[in-house]
């Protein structure tokens, strides 16, 4: 098939009647998580995965996608009104969003925002159209020492992009493979690390891990502080943005969705990270960068698009070399493995119809949320206003819900809590738990893919570097890992002079 019938076949695939019921459940859903702080789309995904296992694999990929799209448009809503970001990804959008609606300019603010997201989705769609396709077909070419050093470049770029320390990020990678490596090993067929506990032979369920780490976690860290929910109170109007807010604003939306394409392709790239690289690149280049943070359209149209456009994007390399480059994409992978689907170069010649009624299925669902976020504004004013009290006791009981269905044991409701409290622990002292579950994703592929380049080669590790993209993988790895170490052998040096010279 040509594109052209390509795209046609999807939005068959797309309007079928349970498809595309499911796209609007997601982008309603998805909507419903970024305007409510403090659930996140990796917990609102993990919490419906199970659900979906009576329906096709097609349905449930519509489902999540319209969930991790719809997050960033609802997180918006939240960011500009409450000046609480919905959602990690809308933290750049409340410096100048809410000072706008404090100028009482919520409308503009809220509709460039919708737009913004709905032009970048739009972009980050077409991309995917022309790059997956003859990304996958050259993927074929390569063999497990490229896909072993791709996923140890995937992982270290994730830990050098990291928020926090880059050293408790690494710590949080090698804990979440050593994690993914429970259970029986790939070639032998004996236990490992099972610790005589036999629901532990099957490994450990990534979606109850999910659900502890961002779910349980997050609702212990809000439950610990005070979350304020202050509503701005002015009439939200003129949601349509003016002539001169498009003509200031236009520029800004196309570089968002260039960065956020860029970014959300790259391992560990993201809406959250190129959310601040489309805010200071703005800052940078406008005439008038003193405006920024007290209201400038600029400062919420760029990153709103960049995390729109990075969302899309990072759809690219999971669908075409089956690596996730973040870890909602690592619940993606874990949902397609769990339907009996293996990502990678295969998936979209094997499985058109998942391929091509899922990008139909963000044309769809991005016309959605505009019909969603913008008419109907003032319910999700109304909903901002339930109490957290209220909200927190449903939200753990469908964790509760979601993590005993997936097996029907008890014991992955224990694995959630423990991961929860282990979560929430890790929040006070600074460590992150992205890394951690793609690793526990990556693991297990990192291994298989080690062993058979070991095995091809006899027990050489030289096949890694007599190959030219391995090389060159290994290459950036290793000079991503010098350039997070180097300073601080050099902090340390100095400390040790001056305690020399004291």
Not at 92 to 114: E, K, S, V, Y
Not at 186 to 214: A, K, Q
């Amino acid at each position: 098939m040509d594109l052209f019938d390509s795209i046609v076949y999807g939005f068959q695939v797309t309007f079928q009647p349970v498809n595309f019921l499911f796209c609007g459940i997601g982008v309603l859903i998805g909507t419903l998580v970024g305007v409510l702080p403090g659930i996140g789309p990796a917990g609102a995904m993990a919490l419906l995965l199970p659900a979906t296992f009576k329906f096709s694999t097609t349905a449930t990929m519509i489902m999540l996608a319209g969930i991790y799209y719809g997050v960033q448009y609802g997180g918006s809503t939240t960011s500009i009104l409450v000046k609480i970001p919905g959602e990690a990804s809308s933290v750049m959008t409340c410096i100048d969003g809410h000072q706008m609606a404090l100028q009482g300019r919520a409308g503009p603010a809220l509709g460039i925002a919708a737009w913004g997201s709905f032009i970048a989705g739009t972009i980050a769609n077409l991309g995917l159209m022309l790059v997956a396709v003859p990304l996958a077909r050259a993927a074929l070419v390569l063999g497990p020492p490229e896909y072993f050093s791709l996923m140890c470049m995937g992982l270290m770029i994730v830990t050098y992009l990291a928020q926090g320390s880059v050293l408790k990020s690494i710590m949080m990678a090698l804990v979440g493979i050593i994690l993914g490596s429970v259970g029986l090993d790939l070639i032998s067929g004996l236990p490992r690390f099972t610790l005589g506990i036999n629901e532990l032979t099957d490994g450990i369920d990534v979606v109850p891990m999910v659900m502890g780490l961002f779910g349980i976690a997050e609702i212990l860290e809000n439950l610990e502080g005070t979350l304020k929910q202050e509503v701005v109170k002015t009439r939200i109007r003129n949601l349509w943005p003016s002539l001169k807010d498009w003509v200031e604003a236009k520029w800004a939306i196309v570089r968002g969705s260039l960065i956020g394409f860029i970014l959300g392709v790259l391992p560990g790239g993201g809406a959250v990270i190129s959310t601040f690289v489309s805010y200071a690149v703005e800052k940078k280049v406008s005439k008038n960068p003193e405006k920024f943070g007290h209201g400038a359209i600029e400062g919420v149209a760029g990153p709103e698009s960049a995390n729109n456009a990075a969302a899309g994007a990072s759809l690219i390399p999971l669908l075409s070399l089956g690596i996730p480059p973040n870890p909602i994409m690592a619940i993606f992978f874990s949902a397609l493995i769990i339907h009996g689907l293996q990502p990678g170069p295969l998936l979209i010649r094997d499985h058109p119809e998942l391929f091509w009624g899922l990008v139909a299925s963000l044309y769809l669902g991005n016309g959605l949320l505009l019909l969603l976020n913008l008419p109907m504004i003032s319910m999700w004013v109304k909903v901002l206003q339930i109490p957290y009290k209220i909200l927190f006791p449903l939200i753990l009981l469908f964790c509760l819900i979601g993590s005993f269905t997936i097996k029907n044991i008890s014991f992955d409701v224990y694995v959630m809590l423990v991961f929860g409290v282990l979560g929430w622990i890790m929040r006070k002292f600074g460590y992150e738990g992205a890394p951690l579950i793609l690793a526990f994703i990556l693991g297990p592929m990192l291994e298989n893919a080690l062993r058979q380049s070991l095995l091809i080669s006899q027990g050489s590790f030289l096949i890694f570097v007599t190959r030219p993209i391995s090389a060159a993988a290994l290459g950036v790895s290793a000079l991503l890992l010098l350039t997070n170490f180097i300073p601080a052998l050099k902090k340390q040096r100095k400390v040790y002079e001056m305690f020399r010279g004291s």
